[in-house]
């Protein structure tokens, strides 16, 4: 962590000697100094007395925004002028993390910062902390929306992402002896330094209302509540390019016309401004709770939002670029749309809408562009997360889409009815509207993506081929070429180059080039040296670095204090039953229990280890809860036992974010990924862990299985049951036919003696025992991989006393990482499914 500077006058005078003279473009120090001096005088935020580190912050961002804006400009003309066929990314979520040092960094400009800032008495690493995460997202995918910006702009791409601009997030994370507690997210409290407001793009989106038929046939969508969109353009800059791209995030608005004077005047406070308080709502939390139908018409009201604003504004752009008469059939050879997940499925029938509402086109013509434009991303094969949405819902808020989908359906099944008369029996399973239940007819969301999108692809190769020969299996069968296998990436530059600096220096200096940052399969060069000593004895130097970094973070966020010395293990994620962190917690308590049988000799042959936990449980998710809590209650056990400490540590690191994963990742010596085989698409974190030289514990899960292939088997420490073997185990324990290990029955009896205090567990464990019924019978297969999970844990603990094979793990984790970059993913993505190429700006 950065040293605090002297904040009582000593920086306001230094600020005070640099001349303030505007240099946008300013890349010299001096000049550079002088436009952060410029935007703390005529661009103020504070009292012209102060020039402390929060002040000093957001005079350097409007500083470096300079430059982006100049670069945005640049690269907005040059797709204007050369009409490229362009990318549009439709993304709930996206965790952008902060963008201070990721910009200075790809705009390399880093070191002229840090000296400019010098010139006022701050370091540039204590300023970049005063930033914020901004709160746009929760977890891996929103993560990997976020790298494949920063990979479009790197690769010259002409590309553009459109979200939506939450004000309060999903939420803050505090720990309490309660748990978990949830605080709005204050990331715009005063304002965000990066995000440019476009008055001129506002774009009416309504809800409600009806459908009028004209005496010629025609439909149209009347009446109901309209709400304005309004963008808000954050600029996106490309590692040594110049080009920048936007990621555009709608803000949710009601018009002065709209604000009653009448009402407020009689004191009818409340309505006379009711349109301007549901607007407000739109944008407020991401993912808003839907168990009520309030909360329902919410969360379908962000989806309808963000698709419909996003639409409007792609067909004006294409509009702009054609002066007279617009050939529709050419839109697809223009516009590709993503849709990252099925939260923006309504861009299909607001598309279809939009074509034959109000452009005139007719339903095969509107059909044919919207099916070539479309592409659809599946992140998940949970059932719950497979959005399913109330026909009833869907037809109050959007009666004429309601419509469309009906027909898309009825289309459908006339196909298959048609042209596939073997696969009659199969409609209802593949059909859009599901009134399999008459009580609760739904629209089945993915059903629609795969039936109207010209593209479907997973995100790991296991997940891909779930998809094909499982969850979208009688898909495949009519249209086998649209299913395609999207391996995800994460960007080197953030989550390598700027994160390690050491580890990266270490790696250019031996590579002898730093062109691995844009090209990482060149890391493979680090295998000729993995048993180098001098090599060795450089990248402990550097992992040790990191971690007393960590060790100072922890301390700092949660008065524990740890032994950079013993074995940091790590798993940070979204806390949820399938990803298994009470795997980890109750592998945990079994090797305190253990430690406690022990004498304190054989204690002294032990390998001392810090376990670290992190990650947000869904505020309505109880079991999740429940674990965050358990964590939080053993690490208070047995961080405060005098016999056990010195051997183990157990560490709950709140508010996991971007920000944070930047100093546990560098630091980490052993991951783990233990999801249940099958249920993980991918998982982005397991790729940044490995980059960064840390050894992952693992089951053959989503991209763990590519992730060993790459780095080598002897690498990896695999347990746990295969994808193929859970159905059969699910069975088997419906069936009577498991025994539990009697160390996983240890662990869970020192639980309920009451071991980490009188917090009523049993609903917890519950889950675990039973063969069947609901949340009975240890679904996501706990007990059955916990003997092996135990096995491999004492298999890390041997290999980390040899200290020289553990170095010689971690470097090939490192160099077998390449295949792992988004740049790769996001080439893949623009040769094979938005065929787009590059268009650098001259």
Same mark, same amino acid.
């Given at each position: 962590?950065?040293?605090?500077?002297?904040?009582?006058?000593?920086?306001?005078?230094?600020?005070?000697?640099?001349?303030?003279?505007?240099?946008?473009?300013?890349?010299?120090?001096?000049?550079?100094?002088?436009?952060?001096?410029?935007?703390?005088?005529?661009?103020?935020?504070?009292?012209?007395?102060?020039?402390?580190?929060?002040?000093?912050?957001?005079?350097?961002?409007?500083?470096?925004?300079?430059?982006?804006?100049?670069?945005?400009?640049?690269?907005?003309?040059?797709?204007?002028?050369?009409?490229?066929?362009?990318?549009?990314?439709?993304?709930?979520?996206?965790?952008?993390?902060?963008?201070?040092?990721?910009?200075?960094?790809?705009?390399?400009?880093?070191?002229?910062?840090?000296?400019?800032?010098?010139?006022?008495?701050?370091?540039?690493?204590?300023?970049?902390?005063?930033?914020?995460?901004?709160?746009?997202?929760?977890?891996?995918?929103?993560?990997?929306?976020?790298?494949?910006?920063?990979?479009?702009?790197?690769?010259?791409?002409?590309?553009?992402?459109?979200?939506?601009?939450?004000?309060?997030?999903?939420?803050?994370?505090?720990?309490?002896?309660?748990?978990?507690?949830?605080?709005?997210?204050?990331?715009?409290?005063?304002?965000?330094?990066?995000?440019?407001?476009?008055?001129?793009?506002?774009?009416?989106?309504?809800?409600?209302?009806?459908?009028?038929?004209?005496?010629?046939?025609?439909?149209?969508?009347?009446?109901?509540?309209?709400?304005?969109?309004?963008?808000?353009? &954050?600029?996106? =800059? !490309?590692?040594? $390019?110049? %080009?920048?791209?936007? #990621? /555009? *995030?709608?803000?949710?608005?009601?018009?002065?016309?709209?604000?009653?004077?009448?009402?407020?005047?009689?004191?009818?406070?409340?309505?006379?401004?009711?349109?301007?308080?549901?607007?407000?709502?739109?944008?407020? &939390?991401?993912? =808003? !709770?839907?168990? $009520?139908? %309030?909360?329902?018409? #919410? /969360? *379908?009201?962000?989806?309808?939002?963000?698709?419909?604003?996003?639409?409007?504004?792609?067909?004006?752009?294409?509009?702009?670029?054609?002066?007279?008469?617009?050939?529709?059939?050419?839109?697809?050879?223009?516009?590709?749309?993503?849709?990252?997940?099925?939260?923006?499925?309504?861009?299909?029938?607001? *598309?279809?809408?939009?074509?034959?509402?109000?452009?005139?086109?007719?339903?095969?013509?509107?059909?044919?562009?919207?099916?070539?434009?479309?592409?659809?991303?599946?992140?998940?094969?949970?059932?719950?997360?497979?959005?399913?949405?109330?026909?009833?819902?869907?037809?109050?808020?959007?009666?004429?889409?309601?419509?469309?989908?009906?027909?898309?359906?009825?289309?459908?099944?006339?196909?298959?009815?048609?042209?596939?008369?073997?696969?009659?029996?199969?409609?209802?399973?593949?059909?859009?509207?599901?009134?399999?239940?008459?009580?609760?007819?739904?629209?089945?969301?993915?059903?629609?993506?795969?039936?109207?999108?010209?593209?479907?692809?997973?995100?790991?190769?296991?997940?891909?081929?779930?998809?094909?020969?499982?969850?979208?299996?009688?898909?495949?069968?009519?249209?086998?070429?649209?299913?395609?296998?999207?391996?995800?990436?994460?960007?080197?530059?953030?989550?390598?180059?700027?994160?390690?600096?050491?580890?990266?220096?270490?790696?250019?200096?031996?590579?002898?080039?730093?062109?691995?940052?844009?090209?990482?399969?060149?890391?493979?060069?680090?295998r000729q040296f993995a048993d180098n000593e001098e090599l060795h004895a450089e990248w402990a130097s550097a992992k040790l670095a990191n971690k007393r970094r960590l060790a100072?973070?922890?301390?700092?966020?949660?008065?524990?204090?740890?032994?950079?010395?013993?074995?940091?293990?790590?798993?940070?994620?979204?806390?949820?039953?399938?990803?298994?962190?009470?795997?980890?917690?109750?592998?945990?308590?079994?090797?305190?229990?253990?430690?406690?049988?022990?004498?304190?000799?054989?204690?002294?042959?032990?390998?001392?280890?810090?376990?670290?936990?992190?990650?947000?449980?869904?505020?309505?998710?109880?079991?999740?809860?429940?674990?965050?809590?358990?964590?939080?209650?053993?690490?208070?056990?047995?961080?405060?036992?005098?016999?056990?400490?010195?051997?183990?540590?157990?560490?709950?690191?709140?508010?996991?974010?971007?920000?944070?994963?930047?100093?546990?990742?560098?630091?980490?010596?052993?991951?783990?990924?233990?999801?249940?085989?099958?249920?993980?698409?991918?998982?982005?974190?397991?790729?940044?862990?490995?980059?960064?030289?840390?050894?992952?514990?693992?089951?053959?899960?989503?991209?763990?299985?590519?992730?060993?292939?790459?780095?080598?088997?002897?690498?990896?420490?695999?347990?746990?049951?295969?994808?193929?073997?859970?159905?059969?185990l699910r069975k088997d324990r419906e069936n009577g036919l498991f025994t539990p290990d009697p160390r996983f029955e240890e662990a869970k009896h020192f639980i309920r003696a009451?071991?980490?205090?009188?917090?009523?567990?049993?609903?917890?464990?519950?889950?675990?025992?039973g063969n069947s019924g609901y949340g009975r019978g240890d679904y996501f297969l706990v007990g059955y991989d916990f003997p092996s999970y135990i096995d491999a844990q004492s298999?890390?603990?041997?290999?980390?006393?040899?200290?020289?094979?553990?170095?010689?793990?971690?470097?090939?984790?490192?160099?077998?990482?390449?295949?792992?970059?988004?740049?790769?993913?996001?080439?893949?993505?623009?040769?094979?499914?938005?065929?787009?190429?590059?268009?650098?700006?001259?």
């Amino acid at each position: 962590m950065a040293t605090k500077t002297d904040t009582n006058g000593g920086a306001t005078v230094a600020a005070a000697k640099v001349k303030a003279v505007a240099h946008p473009s300013a890349e010299e120090p001096s000049e550079i100094a002088s436009n952060i001096a410029y935007h703390a005088q005529y661009s103020p935020h504070f009292s012209p007395l102060k020039f402390d580190p929060e002040q000093a912050f957001y005079a350097t961002a409007e500083s470096v925004r300079d430059h982006l804006i100049q670069r945005w400009n640049e690269t907005y003309l040059h797709f204007h002028k050369v009409d490229p066929k362009q990318t549009y990314y439709l993304s709930m979520e996206y965790l952008q993390g902060r963008a201070l040092s990721n910009a200075v960094g790809n705009l390399d400009i880093a070191d002229a910062y840090a000296d400019a800032l010098r010139k006022f008495g701050h370091e540039l690493e204590e300023i970049a902390e005063q930033e914020k995460d901004a709160a746009l997202g929760n977890g891996g995918l929103g993560r990997l929306a976020s790298c494949f910006l920063d990979s479009m702009a790197t690769l010259n791409l002409p590309a553009w992402g459109y979200g939506l601009r939450y004000k309060y997030g999903l939420f803050k994370q505090q720990i309490t002896k309660e748990g978990q507690e949830e605080v709005a997210e204050d990331w715009l409290e005063k304002f965000s330094p990066w995000e440019i407001v476009r008055h001129d793009i506002v774009y009416p989106i309504r809800f409600f209302g009806h459908v009028e038929l004209s005496p010629t046939g025609s439909r149209k969508w009347v009446e109901g509540e309209i709400i304005q969109a309004l963008a808000y353009d &954050v600029p996106i =800059p !490309g590692y040594k $390019t110049k %080009n920048t791209i936007s #990621l /555009r *995030l709608w803000e949710a608005k009601a018009s002065a016309k709209d604000f009653s004077l009448f009402e407020f005047n009689d004191g009818q406070y409340e309505s006379a401004a009711q349109l301007h308080s549901k607007a407000q709502q739109i944008c407020a &939390v991401l993912y =808003p !709770g839907d168990a $009520t139908e %309030n909360g329902k018409i #919410l /969360r *379908l009201k962000q989806q309808f939002f963000l698709c419909s604003a996003s639409l409007q504004d792609i067909i004006v752009r294409f509009r702009e670029r054609r002066a007279g008469k617009v050939e529709w059939s050419e839109f697809p050879n223009k516009v590709a749309v993503q849709m990252n997940d099925t939260h923006p499925t309504l861009a299909i029938p607001e *598309l279809m809408r939009l074509l034959m509402d109000d452009e005139g086109l007719g339903w095969d013509e509107a059909w044919d562009v919207t099916t070539r434009t479309v592409a659809y991303t599946n992140h998940t094969v949970l059932p719950e997360a497979l959005e399913k949405w109330p026909q009833a819902v869907m037809r109050k808020l959007l009666p004429r889409h309601m419509e469309i989908i009906e027909e898309i359906d009825r289309r459908f099944m006339a196909m298959i009815s048609s042209t596939r008369k073997d696969m009659e029996g199969k409609i209802p399973s593949m059909r859009i509207l599901d009134s399999s239940n008459p009580q609760k007819p739904v629209v089945r969301m993915a059903n629609l993506c795969v039936v109207s999108s010209h593209k479907v692809n997973g995100v790991a190769q296991l997940h891909s081929d779930i998809l094909k020969s499982e969850l979208f299996a009688d898909y495949v069968s009519i249209w086998p070429g649209k299913f395609q296998n999207k391996t995800n990436g994460i960007t080197p530059r953030r989550w390598l180059r700027f994160c390690s600096p050491e580890l990266s220096g270490i790696i250019t200096k031996w590579l002898k080039s730093d062109g691995w940052i844009t090209n990482l399969d060149l890391l493979t060069g680090l295998r000729q040296f993995a048993d180098n000593e001098e090599l060795h004895a450089e990248w402990a130097s550097a992992k040790l670095a990191n971690k007393r970094r960590l060790a100072q973070y922890v301390l700092q966020v949660t008065g524990v204090t740890i032994d950079p010395n013993s074995l940091f293990d790590i798993q940070v994620k979204r806390i949820h039953e399938y990803k298994r962190q009470l795997l980890n917690i109750l592998g945990a308590i079994y090797r305190y229990k253990r430690l406690k049988e022990m004498s304190s000799e054989e204690r002294k042959k032990v390998t001392p280890r810090t376990i670290m936990l992190g990650g947000k449980a869904f505020a309505t998710y109880t079991n999740a809860k429940r674990i965050v809590k358990l964590v939080n209650d053993v690490g208070s056990v047995v961080n405060n036992d005098p016999e056990i400490n010195n051997y183990l540590k157990v560490v709950f690191i709140p508010n996991y974010n971007v920000s944070v994963a930047e100093i546990l990742i560098p630091g980490s010596e052993l991951s783990q990924h233990i999801s249940t085989a099958g249920m993980e698409a991918s998982g982005t974190s397991n790729m940044k862990f490995s980059l960064n030289g840390c050894i992952i514990i693992g089951t053959l899960d989503g991209a763990n299985v590519e992730i060993r292939e790459e780095i080598g088997a002897e690498n990896f420490f695999l347990f746990g049951a295969k994808a193929d073997e859970v159905p059969r185990l699910r069975k088997d324990r419906e069936n009577g036919l498991f025994t539990p290990d009697p160390r996983f029955e240890e662990a869970k009896h020192f639980i309920r003696a009451g071991a980490f205090g009188s917090y009523d567990y049993n609903p917890l464990l519950d889950s675990l025992e039973g063969n069947s019924g609901y949340g009975r019978g240890d679904y996501f297969l706990v007990g059955y991989d916990f003997p092996s999970y135990i096995d491999a844990q004492s298999r890390v603990d041997e290999a980390y006393k040899d200290t020289k094979r553990w170095l010689k793990m971690s470097i090939l984790s490192t160099a077998g990482s390449g295949k792992f970059s988004s740049d790769r993913t996001i080439a893949q993505y623009a040769e094979e499914i938005w065929d787009i190429k590059a268009c650098p700006v001259p």
